[in-house]
C-alpha cells in the first residue's frame, strides 16, 4: 500500500477518536511475542506476532511515571491503545487483556510468559493490512495508576483461532510504528484560597525575678603555728654478741617397727591371682594365703556378666620400681597359662624400702565387654604386692 495511503487511513481513524487529539503518549518501555510451549525469546524482532498456527501472543508494557506529577486515576478522562497492522496474513478476531504477571522483553517466552488477566476488549477486528486497531483501555489504565505495581502492561491474543497478524514492535526499521498508549486528562479545578489564620491570643506577663540574697563575707585564715626544733640525740654502741651455747645430747634410737604386707615365703617371681566370676567390690590378693605365695603364672580374671570400666590398686613391696600392667587375654584350650593381649590398664609403683608399702591406683578409660578375660602381668623389681580389683 502507497505510503500516502497509509497516512490518510491513519488521519480517517483519527477523527473516529476525538479526544486524542489533546491526548499524551506515554513511553513504549518493553514489547515481544511468545509461541506458547517453546522457550524461544523474540524481545528483538521488529514485529509483534499474534495468531497463527502457533497461536502466538504479544506482550507490550509502558510508562505510566511520565504523566504529571500527582496524576490519580480521578485525573484519566480516557486512555487509548493503538497498534499498526504490519502485515495481515488471516483477518481475523484478537482478544486485548491485561497481562497477569511480570514479564522482561529479553526474558519472557512461550514458558514462563504471563497469561491474560481482565479483559480490556474482546472479538477487535484485524481485516487488511497497514492500518491502525484503536482500543478503549481507560479502565486499565485507572487501575494501573491505583496500584502501579500491578502495571504488566497488555497481552494480545488471537480470538477466533484464524488471524495471523504482524504488529509494528519498537525495533521495526521499515513502517516504524510500534504500539503506543494515548491517554487524555481531565482539567483540575483550581485550588480555593487558603482560610485566613485565627488571631495568637496574648502572652502573659512574665513574674519579676525575685532578689538574690547578699553572699556572706569569708571568714579570715587563722595563722599557721610555728614549727619546733628537731632534737639532737646520739645513737649508742652496739652490744658484743654472745657466746653459743652447749649443745645438748642426742636422744635414744627408737625402736624398729615390724614389717608390713610380707609373708614367710620367699619373695615370689610373680604376682599370682585367680577371680572367677567375680561380680562386685574388689578382689584381694591375700598374702597369708599358702597358695597365692608359691611363683606361679598369673591366671584368668572373669569380670562381671555387665560391661563395665576395670579399675586395679598395687600396694608394692617389690625391691625396685614395677609396672603393673592388665591386659585382654587368650587361653590355649584347656590350659589356664594365657597370653596378653593389648594394654586394659596400667600403673607403675615406686620401689619399697622400709615400713608401708608404695601404691599406685589406675581406672582403664572404657569399659571392657562382659566377661572379658584379662590378663595381669608386671616388670620391674623383685618382692610381693597387694592388689584390689573393682568393676566400675
Same mark, same amino acid.
Given at each position: 500500500?502507497?505510503?500516502?495511503?497509509?497516512?490518510?487511513?491513519?488521519?480517517?481513524?483519527?477523527?473516529?477518536?476525538?479526544?486524542?487529539?489533546?491526548?499524551?503518549?506515554?513511553?513504549?518501555?518493553?514489547?515481544?511475542?511468545? /509461541?506458547?510451549?517453546?522457550?524461544?525469546?523474540?524481545?528483538?524482532?521488529?514485529?509483534?506476532? /499474534?495468531?497463527?498456527?502457533?497461536?502466538?501472543?504479544?506482550?507490550?508494557?509502558?510508562?505510566?511515571?511520565?504523566?504529571?506529577?500527582?496524576?490519580?486515576?480521578?485525573?484519566?478522562?480516557?486512555?487509548?491503545?493503538?497498534?499498526?497492522?504490519?502485515?495481515?496474513?488471516?483477518?481475523?478476531?484478537?482478544?486485548?487483556?491485561?497481562?497477569?504477571?511480570?514479564?522482561?522483553?529479553?526474558?519472557?517466552?512461550?514458558?514462563?510468559?504471563?497469561?491474560?488477566?481482565?479483559?480490556?476488549?474482546?472479538?477487535?477486528?484485524?481485516?487488511?493490512?497497514?492500518?491502525?486497531?484503536?482500543?478503549?483501555?481507560?479502565?486499565?489504565?485507572?487501575?494501573?495508576?491505583?496500584?502501579?505495581?500491578?502495571?504488566?502492561?497488555?497481552?494480545?491474543?488471537?480470538?477466533?483461532?484464524?488471524?495471523?497478524?504482524?504488529?509494528?514492535?519498537?525495533?521495526?526499521?521499515?513502517?516504524?510504528?510500534?504500539?503506543?498508549?494515548?491517554?487524555?486528562?481531565?482539567?483540575?479545578?483550581?485550588?480555593?484560597?487558603?482560610?485566613?489564620?485565627?488571631?495568637?491570643?496574648?502572652?502573659?506577663?512574665?513574674?519579676?525575678?525575685?532578689?538574690?540574697?547578699?553572699?556572706?563575707?569569708?571568714?579570715?585564715?587563722?595563722?599557721?603555728?610555728?614549727?619546733?626544733?628537731?632534737?639532737?640525740?646520739?645513737?649508742?654502741?652496739?652490744?658484743?654478741?654472745?657466746?653459743?651455747?652447749?649443745?645438748?645430747?642426742?636422744?635414744?634410737?627408737?625402736?624398729?617397727?615390724?614389717?608390713?604386707?610380707?609373708?614367710?615365703?620367699?619373695?615370689?617371681?610373680?604376682?599370682?591371682?585367680?577371680?572367677?566370676?567375680?561380680?562386685?567390690?574388689?578382689?584381694?590378693?591375700?598374702?597369708?594365703?599358702?597358695?597365692?605365695?608359691?611363683?606361679?603364672?598369673?591366671?584368668?580374671?572373669?569380670?562381671?556378666?555387665?560391661?563395665?570400666?576395670?579399675?586395679?590398686?598395687?600396694?608394692?613391696?617389690?625391691?625396685?620400681?614395677?609396672?603393673?600392667?592388665?591386659?585382654?587375654?587368650?587361653?590355649?584350650?584347656?590350659?589356664?597359662?594365657?597370653?596378653?593381649?593389648?594394654?586394659?590398664?596400667?600403673?607403675?609403683?615406686?620401689?619399697?624400702?622400709?615400713?608401708?608399702?608404695?601404691?599406685?591406683?589406675?581406672?582403664?578409660?572404657?569399659?571392657?565387654?562382659?566377661?572379658?578375660?584379662?590378663?595381669?602381668?608386671?616388670?620391674?623389681?623383685?618382692?610381693?604386692?597387694?592388689?584390689?580389683?573393682?568393676?566400675?
Amino acid at each position: 500500500m502507497p505510503a500516502n495511503r497509509i497516512t490518510r487511513l491513519f488521519l480517517g481513524g483519527l477523527a473516529l477518536i476525538p479526544m486524542a487529539a489533546f491526548a499524551q503518549s506515554v513511553p513504549l518501555a518493553q514489547d515481544s511475542y511468545v /509461541v506458547p510451549g517453546t522457550s524461544a525469546n523474540f524481545g528483538r524482532q521488529q514485529f509483534l506476532a /499474534v495468531g497463527g498456527s502457533n497461536a502466538n501472543q504479544a506482550l507490550v508494557q509502558f510508562d505510566l511515571s511520565t504523566l504529571p506529577s500527582g496524576t490519580t486515576a480521578a485525573n484519566i478522562s480516557k486512555a487509548t491503545l493503538v497498534l499498526f497492522s504490519k502485515t495481515v496474513t488471516a483477518a481475523g478476531t484478537v482478544n486485548i487483556s491485561r497481562a497477569s504477571g511480570s514479564w522482561t522483553e529479553l526474558g519472557v517466552n512461550g514458558n514462563n510468559a504471563p497469561s491474560a488477566g481482565t479483559a480490556v476488549a474482546s472479538g477487535v477486528s484485524v481485516v487488511t493490512s497497514g492500518w491502525y486497531l484503536y482500543v478503549e483501555a481507560t479502565s486499565a489504565v485507572q487501575a494501573w495508576l491505583t496500584s502501579p505495581t500491578s502495571n504488566n502492561g497488555f497481552i494480545i491474543t488471537a480470538n477466533d483461532g484464524v488471524v495471523n497478524v504482524l504488529f509494528d514492535s519498537k525495533e521495526s526499521a521499515t513502517t516504524s510504528h510500534p504500539a503506543q498508549l494515548l491517554i487524555t486528562l481531565s482539567s483540575s479545578g483550581s485550588t480555593g484560597a487558603t482560610g485566613s489564620t485565627g488571631v495568637s491570643g496574648s502572652t502573659g506577663t512574665t513574674g519579676s525575678t525575685g532578689a538574690t540574697g547578699a553572699t556572706g563575707a569569708t571568714g579570715s585564715t587563722g595563722a599557721t603555728g610555728v614549727t619546733g626544733a628537731t632534737g639532737v640525740g646520739t645513737q649508742g654502741n652496739t652490744g658484743p654478741a654472745g657466746s653459743p651455747g652447749a649443745a645438748g645430747p642426742t636422744g635414744p634410737t627408737g625402736t624398729t617397727g615390724a614389717a608390713g604386707g610380707q609373708t614367710s615365703a620367699a619373695n615370689p617371681s610373680g604376682i599370682p591371682f585367680t577371680i572367677v566370676g567375680h561380680n562386685s567390690g574388689a578382689a584381694n590378693w591375700d598374702p597369708s594365703d599358702s597358695n597365692q605365695n608359691a611363683s606361679i603364672v598369673p591366671t584368668v580374671m572373669s569380670l562381671s556378666t555387665t560391661a563395665c570400666k576395670p579399675a586395679m590398686t598395687i600396694y608394692s613391696f617389690m625391691s625396685a620400681s614395677t609396672t603393673f600392667t592388665l591386659n585382654s587375654a587368650s587361653f590355649a584350650s584347656g590350659s589356664l597359662t594365657g597370653s596378653a593381649g593389648s594394654t586394659i590398664l596400667s600403673c607403675t609403683a615406686s620401689g619399697y624400702s622400709s615400713g608401708s608399702p608404695t601404691s599406685c591406683t589406675v581406672t582403664a578409660g572404657s569399659n571392657v565387654a562382659a566377661a572379658t578375660p584379662m590378663y595381669l602381668t608386671f616388670s620391674g623389681g623383685t618382692g610381693s604386692a597387694f592388689v584390689a580389683f573393682s568393676c566400675q
